[in-house]
């Protein structure tokens, strides 16, 4: 959730003309992160719950890719899309160790 909140944050300062293509690509994609980890623990199946965490975790990518994209372009303000790149980097090994603690229990 703290990743979304500063990706939102983030994307108040990307050019108008990126409003409807990289602001809103970043936008649901870090919502996506919480919500299918939030969707998967209400499943019956440790096995479904991993499913869940692996489509948290490509959405992770997804959104890593968007913010490089905006760095590349120079894009949005510097400190909060650092913030966002090391955050999302945290939470990706985080899904993943999470995901194979899930599958292997």
Known sequence: MDLTDITFNY???????????????INRSSC??????????????????????STSLTSSFELETHLLICERRSYGKTDLLKQAL????????????????????
Do not use: Y
């Open 11 to 25: 994307c108040k300062g990307l050019p108008s003309d990126e409003r409807f293509n990289l602001a809103s690509q």
């Open 32 to 53: 996506s992160v919480p919500a299918n980890i939030a969707e998967g623990s209400g499943k019956r199946t440790k096995l479904q719950f991993a499913e869940f965490l």
């Open 86 to 105: 090391e955050l999302v980097t945290e939470i990706q090994k985080m899904i993943f160790s999470f995901r194979e603690k899930v599958q292997n229990s």
